[in-house]
């Protein structure tokens, strides 16, 4: 079984394939293509007609400081991304504060959005939101009850969350989304809190050896009752901001998940990327996604571009292609696409697609800089492998 990978970078496509025997090689081939990402037919997988094919899209922390939600059109942040975002089945993004319009809008450290910021990302292509996170409870227990019933009315439309809930110490929160003929298993869990107010409401999960292996039990049996084709958690992790280190802590973890059902583990926390691994053809680790949007490089560091902050501000967004093929589920092409929040002439915050002609486009002092930018996050393209287990 091939793997297949696409992306773009530079303005061009580049394909990574790869197999279990020859995890190491990796061919590239170029071609002009237009601006907006495509996914081209890949060889080497046996055709999947029928609805037996899953596109699915993860992304980073979607984050409001007050350079984001002072804007005077939110939807500016996801234009140049909607296309993209809107073409396939699913994407997800961890929603980095609660949702309460009768409260002002709040930056850090207390965060606080408004149904129109989050409304923003919906229009731009969003469908499953992370809710688990350090921040869900910044505005105590209204906070995640506002945030509930929020989302509870946005589940009449299409629009899917987990990881809060309405009972004090209920179980874990999840959501069995149907779509495209296949099912898909979605929870979220969060490993830190910054506070301990309202915690029994949050799919909070403290970092210890007894909580994990209590909630692996659980996950077990949450697979158990929901066969689904796809099993994706989402975890926000008790590590380090701005460091893109991966404790063998966290690897054995996540990999212990995977042996407990879970096919695709989406991290978040760190505020930037990290690594991301492929097993076994159909299990899939993202470690950070990093940030989506947010205000946290709101003035470039021209002069220390590698800096650790300046990778709050460039993140990649990964698409997956999933087959079923004979009732078995493999990932058929994995799609990095690089990203970069742009600040515009009028100070929005708007992200771009990360290429060499948005390099072009500027002036020459930051040009120079998002190429130094673009040569350090040029590194994740490495690590797309197949590890055997």
């Not at 969350?161 to 929870?187: C, D, H, R």
């Not at 989402?234 to 998940?257: C, N, P, Q």
Request: proline residues 5%.
């Amino acid at each position: 079984m091939m793997i297949a990978g696409v992306f773009l970078y530079s303005g061009c496509v580049f394909s990574q394939v790869l197999s279990p025997q020859l995890k190491n090689d990796i061919i590239l081939y170029e071609d002009e293509v237009p601006r907006s990402p495509e996914i081209p037919r890949i060889s080497g997988i046996p055709e999947t007609p029928g609805g037996s094919e899953l596109v699915i899209t993860f992304t980073g922390d979607i984050m409001a400081h007050d350079v984001n939600f002072m804007m005077h059109d939110y939807n500016m942040i996801y234009d140049e991304l909607q296309e993209m975002l809107t073409s396939d089945d699913l994407t997800f993004g961890n929603l980095e504060a609660p949702v309460v319009s009768s409260l002002p809008y709040e930056n850090y450290p207390m965060f606080n959005m408004q149904g129109p910021y989050v409304q923003a990302a919906i229009d731009g292509g969003f469908d499953v939101f992370s809710l688990a996170n350090n921040h869900a409870n910044d505005q105590g227990l209204q906070g995640i009850q506002e945030t509930y019933q929020w989302f509870l009315e946005k589940r009449k439309e299409g629009i899917y969350s987990a990881g809060i809930k309405m009972e004090a110490y209920g179980p874990l929160s999840y959501q069995v989304i149907k779509t495209n003929g296949w099912t898909v298993l979605f929870a979220a869990i969060t490993e830190i809190l910054n506070v301990p107010i309202a915690q029994a409401y949050l799919d909070y999960i403290p970092p210890t050896q007894e909580s994990r292996e209590n909630f692996i039990t659980d996950i077990i049996a949450l697979r158990k009752l929901h066969p689904a084709d796809v099993f994706i958690l989402a975890v926000h992790v008790y590590e380090d901001e701005y460091k893109d280190y991966i404790s063998d802590t966290r690897k054995t973890f996540f990999h212990a998940l995977l042996d407990a059902g879970v096919d695709i583990v989406w991290a978040h926390h760190p505020h930037v990327m990290q690594d991301w691994e492929t097993i076994n053809t159909n299990k899939f680790i993202m470690y950070s996604m990093g940030n989506f949007i947010s205000g946290q490089r709101r003035v470039l560091n021209s002069a220390h571009p590698e800096a650790p902050r300046e990778y709050t501000g460039d993140s990649i967004v990964l698409q997956l292609r999933l087959a079923r093929i004979q009732d078995s589920i493999y990932i058929k092409e994995i799609i990095p696409v690089l990203v970069t929040n742009y600040i515009d002439k009028d100070g929005n915050i708007v992200v771009k697609f990360f290429t060499k002609e948005f390099i072009e486009s500027q002036s020459s002092e930051i040009a120079t800089y998002y190429t130094k930018r673009m040569e350090l996050m040029q590194k994740y393209f490495k690590t797309l492998e197949i590890a055997e287990k």
